[in-house]
């Protein structure tokens, strides 16, 4: 998985508590994402980091918020978890071009 | 606003046959397309990509032709295996845009021996 490790895998969280997803990488690369993946959907994007300390929105951002203070790290937090947050997230790196490399990916559910 | 759409949804093959999934964008900015490889359980996988500088990519088995003209791309399977039962999904960006990606909603494909 190109130097990308998700931690948790697999969580199990009731509606309304606070949730991290952490993504690592060692490749040193400057673009991360997180994307959530859900049946009929393919996967779409939540937020995405262009740099240290540098985040944006991507398509369906709502409900979540990231950070990454660090080159190898980035965090997505849901900062009270709903049903609808159900889903698999992956996060996603890359470098000079455009490939994307993906993570194991975090089974996510929310009771 | 889905930007890409994908189809079919499934697809049953028999072994050695031809697998064909088509993907349909709207952006006209969008100067990549890379499809990826999904196996359950384990994230997606770049398989093939092309730019709109040329109208066909292969490699090995795995082919994409590009109709710029109609905003349209595909992945052909050739001498489809059993081992290629895998979710498949196309994709699109522009580089002035920090690579961000458009996915398809994917397509589900099996592989009869």
């Known amino acids: 998985d190109a130097g990308i490790t998700q931690s948790p895998r697999h969580k199990v969280t009731e509606t309304g508590t606070p949730v991290t997803l952490r993504c690592h990488q060692t490749e040193n690369h400057r673009y991360m994402y997180w994307y959530r993946q859900d049946p009929g959907h393919g996967l779409r994007l939540i937020h995405y980091?262009?740099?240290?300390?540098?985040?944006d929105k991507g398509e369906v951002s709502d409900g979540y918020s990231v950070s990454r203070s660090k080159t190898e790290d980035f965090l997505l937090t849901l900062e009270s978890a709903t049903s609808s947050q159900t889903s698999v997230y992956f996060c996603?790196?890359?470098?000079?071009?455009?490939?994307?490399?993906f993570g194991p990916g975090t089974r996510l559910t929310v009771l | 606003q889905q930007q890409v759409k994908q189809s079919p949804q499934s697809l049953i093959v028999q072994k050695g046959g031809i697998s064909i999934i088509n993907c349909a964008y709207e952006n006209t900015a969008f100067d990549y397309f890379p499809w990826y490889q999904q196996f359950p359980g384990k994230g997606p996988a770049l398989l093939i990509a092309i730019r709109p500088d040329v109208s066909e990519k292969k490699e090995g088995r795995f082919t994409i032709s590009f109709n710029k003209s109609a905003k349209q791309f595909s992945l052909h399977i050739m001498d489809s295996q059993p081992g290629d039962s895998a979710t498949y999904f196309c994709?699109?960006?522009?580089?002035?845009?920090?690579?961000?990606?458009?996915f398809g909603q994917g397509t589900t494909l099996q592989v009869k021996p």
């Open positions: 994709a699109a960006s522009h580089a002035s845009n920090t690579g961000k990606l458009i």
């Open positions: 996603a790196i890359s470098g000079k071009d455009d490939t994307q490399y």
């Open positions: 980091s262009y740099g240290v300390k540098d985040t």
